[in-house]
């Protein structure tokens, strides 16, 4: 890596440091170039060497966010060769995802809140959907087996899966994941055991 390169890095990590400073106290709405720059103590020039904007820099913090939560469901979710060997490793896919999750709260909290810009939740909604969706399309025993339309499984799936997530959050992190682990595994067995009860 050229030090010139490593420059840009460390740039734009203070900068985007900087703006999640100001974001904790500060609507996303409400805050501006110059606010970020001021924390960052850099000039304007160098703001937009690497973002075009406010709405830019938001962009690229929340696309490497869902990439690093997607890269967790492409590291398991390759290993899944049979509906049997899926429904196996729910537990170690939601193990590791509330264990990302934890890692990434105090960014998903800012989101989340009212402070976050519009729209947050849909957009991770969806990139969370689209990354299960493209796993879950390479295994072929899983779409045989599938008796309803794929758009409405991934939406159930992300929507439940999102929601305990969003309700983590707001409880402060009051359990641990794995603590949470066993409470989806609980939630998804109930489930269950009413539909074989019908």
């Known amino acids: 890596m050229s030090i010139y390169t490593e420059k840009n890095r460390k740039t734009k990590k203070l900068i985007q440091t900087s703006f999640m400073q100001i ?3 500060k609507s996303f709405e409400a805050i501006t170039v110059g ?27 929340e696309q490497q966010l869902f990439e690093d939560l997607g890269n967790h469901i492409d590291e398991l979710q390759k290993y899944y060769s ?24 105090p960014m ?13 939740h849909l957009r991770f909604r969806d990139a969370f959907s689209e990354k299960v969706r493209v796993n879950l399309e390479k295994n072929e025993s899983f779409h045989t087996n599938l008796k309803v339309p794929m758009e409405y499984y991934l939406s159930f799936i992300t929507s439940a899966f999102l929601g305990l997530i969003e309700q983590w959050i707001q409880n402060g992190l009051d359990k641990t994941p794995d603590e949470m682990t066993a409470l989806y595994i609980e939630i998804i067995s109930i489930i269950q055991k009413n539909q074989s009860g019908l």
Not at 99 to 104: A, R
Not at 108 to 117: A, E, M, Q, T, V
């Open 23 to 25: 974001i904790e106290n």
């Open 35 to 61: 606010d970020i720059t001021k924390v960052a103590q850099i000039n304007r020039g160098t703001f937009y060497l690497h973002y075009k904007d406010k709405f830019d820099l938001l962009d690229q913090i």
């Open 82 to 105: 049979s509906m049997q060997k899926f429904e196996k490793n729910q537990e170690q896919l939601a193990a590791t995802l509330f264990n990302s999750i934890k890692m990434h709260a």
């Open 108 to 120: 998903l909290k800012i989101f989340l809140s009212d402070r976050g810009r519009a729209g947050f």
